[in-house]
């Protein structure tokens, strides 16, 4: 009996598998370079209307004072203030006269209060521990 188609088969599933990791492997990459590419075009587009002179006073009012590149989240601080209170009352009574044994009772009242201040740092803080800024 003739075995070599078999053995054909199991190489091309090999291969089949080994396309199929690096098309996976490889999709990370592509995703962050097109992402990089749209990033680089945003950029681009804002310096070439600034710098040109296309966008005059009103259009620099309209976007808020500048137009400014795109702000990264990872730069941002937040302060968080929380207080708790809780109290319980727990107390037993006697059950009725016909049944024996004892009522239990017990309510708890909880509160939570948070207060929360967010900012953003300017992207020169980036590299600083805990939000530290040279400024």
């Given at each position: 009996m003739n075995n070599k188609g078999q053995?054909?088969?199991a190489e091309h599933v090999m291969i089949f598998f080994?396309?199929?990791?690096?098309?996976?492997?490889?999709?990370?990459?592509?995703?962050?370079?097109l992402e990089a590419r749209i990033h680089d075009a945003r950029n681009f587009m804002i310096d070439s209307v600034t710098n040109s002179g296309a966008c005059d006073a009103n259009c620099v009012a309209a976007a808020g004072g500048n137009i400014a590149h795109e702000y990264e989240p990872y730069y941002s601080q937040s302060l968080s203030l929380v207080q708790k209170s809780d109290e319980d009352f727990k107390e037993t009574t006697p059950g009725k006269a016909a049944a024996i044994?004892?009522?239990?009772?017990?309510?708890?009242?909880?509160?939570?209060?948070?207060?929360t201040a967010s900012g953003?740092?300017?992207?020169?803080?980036?590299?600083?521990?805990?939000g530290g800024c040279p400024f």
């Open positions: 053995s054909v088969l080994v396309v199929v990791a690096a098309i996976i492997a490889m999709t990370a990459f592509v995703q962050r370079g044994g004892v009522v239990y009772n017990s309510q708890v009242n909880e509160a939570t209060q948070r207060t953003q740092l300017p992207a020169a803080c980036a590299g600083y521990p805990n």
